[in-house]
Every structure is written in structure tokens, then in C-alpha cells.
């Protein structure tokens, strides 16, 4: 089976420096790849690259088989790649269930598979908050919110786009011991519905108990790929992690 | 893709009057304060009702691209005189044409104007739009005081009908029922906007454009489709104004009272409704008015920009606002 | 010499000193947009209020144009840390600058033209000096006092300015806040008190632009709209915040500006700055010097 994401040698510079240099990235449909490197790694900026929100100057992304550079970040939203924001980006003015109506409106209606109108809407909304355990807060606004209440509604939004590929960014942060579970319990169980998941974060409990495979990012360079186990052992990436 | 805005659902959840009744309603109330004004009996209440409901217009149009979007124009004065000077050339070329056609005409001039402007700058952050649509009010003013055939410096002189065509009555009040339907036109579509796809598109573009992009939105669509909106009801308000004037040069078709009031007032009235800038005309549009007959002309004109620098900084979500805070 | 390279050359050279006055004019909002990110389209009312300043002080009591608008900078300097001081309560605080703090701009503008013409009439004003006439005769060229004047004026206050934000502790903390507010703190400075400092400045510079105006042309309170396009333009073109670069493109703008009246007739040239502001924004957003 081919890839359903493929990065090829991609690379990103802002102004003389160099953030993402010959990356190489491949994940198969269904996989769970966890994705690891110190802060400043380039990881975000993988991400945007891959999502459309920064442009890369060189290499190229396909997505289902397709290269996708030329596209707008909505338009790869529409084809089934969605992301959540590090730091959550909610939409303010907007109560929580109208927040998950944007993608369903925008990336779910507009792919012309299915039209989800009328009170389906509010239920599909109503059924996501459900799953991140927002429900009762549904007709309120992102103000109201607690950081980690944020990141599950930046988690929903993206999985309200019904997306093939799912990256979560950093979702856990912050968040305590039961709320990482949760979040794991949440992404895993999405995973068996079908949806490839990349997960990137820091911490290590989390991203062994998810990843099938494990991918490390040191200085805008892919210094390792493979099975997790493997990975955290290999030399290299215990000096990047450890220094010297 | 375009075909994707237009048929996304509806809102669904959003309560009250289904479009096409909520439009019924407004001719209704339309055709009452027309039959009121005329019931008044003098001119001058068509020329004073004129103008507030002209000011209902631009400030609803200036609320479909800032309010909705939060993308400032400050070039209304360009948009509104494209209006009116696409008026004054079809008077000169075309006289026999219905006042109605031209309304559409220098709507639609308006709106491509709207269109171009956006193409170039939406692509930038929203204060660069808001740079160049300054400016552009500038350059078309350059532009119509070059332009010879409309008059260029001197202005232009347009010889208003004594009679009103099918009604009857004086030709003002042709004007004023022509610019209140524009009026019912311009509310019912804001109105349609907010509860429609198109609305959760354009808040989700002013609360954070990149989580817009990311969830779908075509940001620069949505972008151009409010500025062509917006830019084509301001031309469309433009309009008829040669006729209402009968006497239109630069200096007063570009007047930056019209800028000022038109951005005043859905400030003033609140910019997250259709019913704010309605609130803010009436109330705004009806004071100047009243200053204007008690006072003077010169402090009527410090109104607007007075009380909506009060109101930005005191109230910001305007009149509307401050009562639905009540409300909860 | 035919007639037509004589007016070329004439067109050029008061382009150039024109341009030393426009960056006199931009300066400000170099400082505001450009280093602040506030976007302050008030800032040609604010100029032509320092003209009135002039005119007054000129008239009533006989002062030098020049003399009294570098008395009254540090009274421009007060207005304008108490104007950063509103907007930063009512919008940076509330993060609502581009929506309403845009339009509390734009109805200062509004404001002040129309006070203006409520204080003194829609008249075109102007002031007397020993260099509001003749020229400096150079034998090649005849320079007009009045254009050289304000051209040195602006060349100085550029000057001036960019060795302040680079050799004080202020200056560099100025230049810090556009960076990194972050940073800044960590200097132990308050943001938020070098932003208003920097927005005074900005204020002082266009108390003695607004002289530089004056002595140039007559002014009329409607007369500041012209200047919106041509500043923002100019720091648009010349990259947010880089005096250099801001320099390059006032005096590009002039010499446009002015080859433009000349050989198309003086009603064009308000369209010129459009027309560069439209094209930077499409081509080159980050300005000539960016990358």
C-alpha cells in the first residue's frame, strides 16, 4: 500500500536560518507515528509545512499520492489533512458547538462527499464536545475555558474536519496525569475509526503508549526513524536529548 | 468551490424569522414609513429621511467586510462617489435609463473596484487593506478631478425630474422609495449573511485567520466576497445622489463626512448585527439632523466623529451590546 | 541645454529636497507603525496641528517657524505619550487594535481637520521667514530656500533620531519592543513605558514636520488626507521601520511625485503614492530593502 503522507526532502529557511533541512517522512494509512525532538527542532515547522500554513522552499509533500505543495492550507484541509495549534486558536465570538461548525461547514460539506445540514450539525458538534467531555459547555464561549479545556476543544475542532490524517500538535501540555489518558484513550480509539494519527509532544509516557512508530527531529534534521523502543535507545538521539 | 459557499447549510439553530419572511417584515416596514413620510406632506421629510436611510445603507455595507469580517474600509467616500459619478455619466450618455438601472450599474462598477482593491492587498494583514483603501479614496478623487467629462473640478450639474415616475408626488419622493429599497435589499442580505455558512466563515476570518484556513475556510474568497458586497451596496447608496444633489462636485461627492458616518454608526449602534448599524444611523443620522436645524451645520459634522471615538473606547460593543449584556 | 532637460533637471532636484521633507513626514509613522506596530492614520492631523503651531507662532508673536516648533516638540512629545497612553487602556490592553483602535484613529483625523476648520476657516494659511523666498544660487541650479530648508530639517531630525535609537539605552529599548517584548522585560524595562516614550517621539517629530510643511506651501486643514497615502507609502516602500530604507523611498516618492506634475500636470500627483503603495503592497510587501 503507498503512503498516505510523503515528505520528501523538504526544506524551510527563515531568512539565513535554517529551520527544516532534507527531511524525509513517510507515513502509511492507519499508522500512529509519534513524532519527538527538543524545542526548536522544527517540529511546528514541519507541521505548518505539511499543512499549508508556511510554504516550503524546498522538497515536496504529497498527500494520498498527490504532491500538495501548491495548495492553500484549506484546501489540504478539505483533502483530509487537519491539524490542532500548539497554542490554541479558538475562535472567540464563537460559542464551542459553532467553533466544530466552521470545519463541518468548510472542510466536511465542501468536499462534496455528504452534506451534513440542519439539526445534524448541531448534533455532530454536540457529539465531538461529547468526546473530549465538553458537552455541558457547549453553548459557551472559548473565554470561559481552562487552558487545558482549550486544547481538547482545539483537538475537537480538528477532528470535527473529519480528517484521514490528524496531527496533534502538543495537544497534552499542561495537562495532568488522568487528562493525558484521556486525550491518549481519545486519539487511540480515532485511530481505530480509521484515521492516521501524527502526535507530537514532549512527553515520553505518552508518546511510547501511542506511537507504533517513532520519528526524532534534532535541528531541523530527521536523525532517526523506527520502531520506538529502538529509537530511544539509539545513540545519537539519547545525545541529542542528554547532551554530551 | 464558489458553489460550496452557496449551498453550505444554513445555520440551523439560529432562531426568529426565516429569510424570506424576515424580508417580508422589512417591506412592510418599509412601506409604513413610506406612507408616513408622505402622510407628513412636506418635502423636507423626505430629504431628512433620505439622508438617514442612505446612512443605514453605507453603514450596513461598511458592516458586512469590518463588523462581520474585521477588515476596516476607510475608502467608503471612493466606492460611495463611483456610485454616484457612474450616475452621473449614465445621465450624460444614457438619460432615458430607470433610476434603478443605474443603481445596479454603480453598484456593480463599485463592487469590481471593491474586488481589484481587495485582490491586491487582502493577502497582506488587515491593516495594509486598510492603508489602501485610504489611499484609494485619494486616487479616485484624483481620477473624477481629471476627468472632464463628468465635470472634473468644475462638477457637474444634473436636472432632477420634477415628477416621480409610477408613483406620483414630487421627484424626491422617487428617491427616497428608491433608496429605501436598496435599504430593505442591503439589510435582508446582512441579515442572511449572519445566519448563513458564509457568516460562521466570515467570524471565523475575524477571530483568527489561520485557524480559519485550517479548519477549511477559503479565507481569500470569503475576503473578496464581503469586499465586493460591501463596496457594491456603498456604490449602489452612491448612486442616486446626483439626483439628490442635483449639483455634485469632488470635493462634496468625496466629503469624509460620508466615511466618517458611515463608520460611526454601526461603532456607535454595534457591528455584530444587522440591527447595529440600523440603531447607530437612526440615532446618529436623527441627532446631526436635529443640530443641524438647532445649532449649526459645523458642529453637526464633529458629532459623528466625536461619539465614535467616545464609543470605542467606552462602549465597544456598541448600543445593541450594552442592551444584550442586560439581557443575559 | 533644451527646455525639456532643463525642466527633467529641475523636476529631479526639487524631487530630491522634496523627498528630505517626506521623510521628515514619515518618520513618525516609521516610528509608530514600524517599530510600535500602531497604526496611526491620526498622524497628518498631527503634523498639520505643528503647522498651525508655526502659523500661530509666526503671526502673533513674530517667532522663527522653525524656533517654535522645536520649542513646542516636548508639548507634542506630552500629547503623544498620553495618546498611547488611551490607546493602550482602550485597545493593545483589550487586543482590539485593528478594528476599533483603527477607527479611533481615523475619528481623531476626522476630529482634528474638522476642528481646525471650526478655528480657522478653510482659508490656506502660510508663515514669513527669510527663507520662505529666493534661491540658493549654485550657478548650474537655482535651489528654492524654502524646499532646502525643510529638506535639511528632515535630513537632520533623521539623523538625529537614528543615532539616538542606536547608541541610547532608550533608543535600543525602543528598537528592542518591535523585536521582542519578552526580551525586553528581561532588560528589566517596562514595555509598555518605552512604547509610550517612542509614541511621544513620534509626536515631537511631526510638530517639526508640520513646520517643514508650512514653510513649503500653504496648508488648509483638509490638506492632511493628501499626506496619509504619501507616509504610509513611503514607509510601506521603504520596510517597516528601517530609516535607511525609509529615506530611499521618501526621495524616490519626491523625484516620482515631482517629474509627475511636471510632465502630467500637478492634479496628478496624489495618485502617484497610491499607485507605489498599491504596487509595494502586490509586489513587495516587506518594502525595496526587504528580503
Redesign the interface.
Same mark, same amino acid.
Given at each position: 500500500m503507498s503512503a498516505l503522507l510523503h515528505v520528501q526532502s523538504l526544506g524551510k529557511r527563515f531568512g539565513g536560518f535554517t529551520a527544516l533541512q532534507d527531511v524525509e517522512l513517510e507515513v502509511q494509512p492507519g499508522e500512529r507515528l509519534g513524532l519527538i525532538g527538543p524545542n526548536g527542532s522544527g517540529k511546528s515547522t514541519l507541521v505548518n509545512c505539511i499543512c499549508g500554513t508556511l510554504r516550503n522552499e524546498m522538497g515536496s509533500v504529497s498527500f494520498g499520492g498527490t504532491a500538495i505543495d501548491g495548495l492553500t492550507a484549506h484546501q489540504r484541509t478539505r483533502l483530509g489533512l487537519a491539524r490542532s495549534f500548539q497554542l490554541p486558536r479558538p475562535f472567540g465570538s464563537l460559542t464551542l458547538a459553532e467553533n466544530l461548525r466552521i470545519p463541518i461547514l468548510f472542510a466536511v460539506n465542501a468536499r462534496g462527499e455528504r452534506t451534513v445540514s440542519g439539526a445534524a450539525i448541531e448534533a455532530r458538534c454536540l457529539e465531538l464536545l461529547g468526546q473530549v467531555n465538553l458537552a455541558d459547555k457547549a453553548h459557551r464561549l472559548p473565554r470561559d475555558l481552562t487552558q487545558i479545556e482549550m486544547r481538547k476543544l482545539e483537538l475537537a475542532r480538528a477532528m470535527a474536519a473529519d480528517p484521514k490524517l490528524l496531527i496533534a500538535d502538543e495537544s497534552m501540555a499542561g495537562l495532568s496525569h488522568a487528562e493525558v489518558d484521556e486525550i491518549l484513550a481519545l486519539l487511540i480509539r480515532l485511530n481505530g475509526q480509521g484515521v492516521t494519527v501524527i502526535m507530537i509532544e514532549h512527553i515520553m509516557r505518552a508518546v511510547m503508549a501511542f506511537s507504533q512508530r517513532l520519528a526524532v527531529l534534532v535541528a531541523g534534521r530527521k536523525i532517526a526513524d523506527g520502531d520506538p523502543k529502538e529509537v530511544v535507545r539509539n545513540a545519537e538521539v539519547v545525545r541529542a536529548y542528554l547532551g554530551e | 468551490m464558489a458553489s460550496s459557499v452557496a449551498k453550505a447549510a444554513e445555520r440551523g439553530t439560529a432562531p426568529g424569522l426565516g429569510n424570506a419572511a424576515f424580508f417580508g417584515v422589512l417591506v412592510i416596514a418599509a412601506a409604513a414609513i413610506f406612507g408616513a413620510t408622505r402622510w407628513f406632506g412636506n418635502d423636507y421629510a423626505f430629504f431628512a429621511a433620505y439622508v438617514v436611510v442612505q446612512y443605514i445603507v453605507l453603514g450596513t455595507a461598511w458592516n458586512i467586510l469590518g463588523g462581520y469580517t474585521g477588515y476596516v474600509n476607510f475608502g467608503i467616500t471612493a466606492f460611495f462617489a463611483i456610485g454616484a459619478y457612474s450616475s452621473v455619466v449614465l445621465y450624460k450618455l444614457t438619460p432615458w435609463m430607470p433610476l434603478p438601472a443605474m443603481v445596479a450599474i454603480g453598484g456593480v462598477m463599485a463592487a469590481l473596484v471593491g474586488l481589484g482593491t481587495g485582490y491586491l492587498t487582502l493577502r497582506l494583514r488587515g491593516v495594509f487593506f486598510s492603508i489602501a483603501t485610504l489611499a484609494l479614496a485619494v486616487v479616485v478623487q484624483t481620477l473624477i478631478t481629471n476627468w472632464d467629462f463628468v465635470g472634473g473640478a468644475r462638477g457637474a450639474y444634473v436636472l432632477r425630474p420634477k415628477l416621480a415616475p409610477l408613483i406620483g408626488g414630487g421627484y424626491i419622493e422617487y428617491l427616497f422609495l428608491v433608496m429605501l429599497g436598496l435599504c430593505v435589499v442591503a439589510l435582508a442580505t446582512a441579515r442572511a449573511i449572519e445566519r448563513s455558512a458564509l457568516g460562521f466563515g466570515f467570524a471565523a476570518i475575524r477571530d483568527d485567520e489561520a485557524a480559519a484556513e485550517a479548519s477549511g475556510v477559503p479565507t481569500l474568497k470569503l475576503k473578496l466576497v464581503a469586499t465586493a458586497l460591501s463596496g457594491g451596496f456603498m456604490g449602489m447608496a452612491g448612486a442616486p445622489l446626483p439626483y439628490y444633489v442635483t449639483y455634485l462636485d469632488p470635493a462634496s461627492g468625496f466629503s469624509l463626512n460620508y466615511a466618517v458616518n458611515a463608520i460611526a454608526m454601526p461603532l456607535i449602534g454595534g457591528t455584530s448585527s444587522w440591527l447595529g448599524p440600523v440603531v447607530g444611523a437612526v440615532l446618529v443620522g436623527g441627532l446631526q439632523e436635529y443640530l443641524r436645524v438647532t445649532i449649526s451645520s459645523a458642529i453637526n459634522v464633529l458629532v459623528a466623529g466625536v461619539l465614535m471615538v467616545v464609543f470605542v473606547i467606552v462602549a465597544p460593543q456598541g448600543v445593541v451590546g450594552l442592551f444584550q449584556r442586560k439581557k443575559r | 541645454m533644451d527646455a525639456s532637460a532643463d525642466l527633467l533637471i529641475n523636476a529631479v532636484i526639487s524631487g530630491l529636497l522634496l523627498g528630505g521633507f517626506y521623510a521628515a513626514v514619515s518618520i513618525g509613522v516609521a516610528i509608530s507603525f514600524g517599530m510600535l506596530d500602531i497604526?496611526n &492614520?491620526a498622524h497628518p492631523a498631527v503634523i498639520l496641528l505643528g503647522s498651525y503651531v508655526a502659523f500661530i507662532g509666526n503671526t502673533v508673536f513674530g517667532i522663527d517657524p522653525i524656533l517654535s516648533t522645536v520649542i513646542l516638540a516636548p508639548a507634542f512629545y506630552l500629547l503623544g505619550m498620553a495618546a498611547y497612553q488611551?490607546y493602550y487602556v482602550?485597545?493593545e490592553r483589550?487586543d482590539?487594535q485593528? /478594528?476599533?483602535? %483603527?477607527? +479611533?484613529f481615523?475619528?481623531?483625523l +476626522?476630529?482634528a $481637520?474638522?476642528?481646525l &476648520? /471650526?478655528g480657522f476657516g478653510v482659508d490656506y494659511r502660510s508663515v514669513q521667514a527669510w527663507y520662505t523666498q529666493g534661491n540658493l544660487d549654485l550657478g548650474v541650479v537655482e535651489l528654492p530656500w524654502r524646499l532646502l530648508v525643510p529638506f535639511l530639517l528632515g535630513l537632520a531630525m533623521v539623523a538625529g533620531l537614528q543615532v539616538f535609537l542606536s547608541r541610547t539605552f532608550v533608543g535600543r529599548a525602543v528598537q528592542a519592543v518591535a523585536q521582542d517584548q519578552g526580551a525586553l522585560r528581561l532588560m528589566a524595562a517596562n514595555p509598555v513605558k518605552i512604547k509610550r516614550i517612542a509614541f511621544g517621539l513620534s509626536f515631537a517629530t511631526a510638530a517639526v514636520a508640520g513646520a517643514a510643511l508650512i514653510i513649503i506651501q500653504p496648508v488648509e486643514p483638509?490638506i492632511g488626507? $493628501?499626506y &496619509?497615502?504619501r507616509i +504610509?507609502?513611503i514607509c510601506?516602500l521603504g520596510g517597516l521601520g528601517s530609516f535607511p530604507g525609509m529615506v530611499i523611498a521618501a526621495v524616490a516618492l519626491g523625484v516620482i511625485e515631482s517629474l509627475t506634475a511636471t510632465f502630467f500636470?500637478p492634479?496628478?500627483a496624489?495618485?502617484v503614492?497610491?499607485?507605489v %503603495? /498599491?504596487v509595494t %503592497?502586490?509586489v513587495r510587501?516587506n518594502g525595496i530593502l526587504g528580503?
Open positions: - | - | 497604526v &492614520i488611551i482602550a485597545f483589550r482590539d485593528s /478594528l476599533r483602535g %483603527l477607527s +479611533f481615523f475619528g481623531i +476626522f476630529i $481637520e474638522v476642528g &476648520i /471650526l483638509s488626507r $493628501e &496619509i497615502g +504610509f507609502a510601506v500636470g492634479s496628478w496624489p495618485a503614492s497610491f499607485g %503603495l /498599491l %503592497l502586490a510587501p528580503r
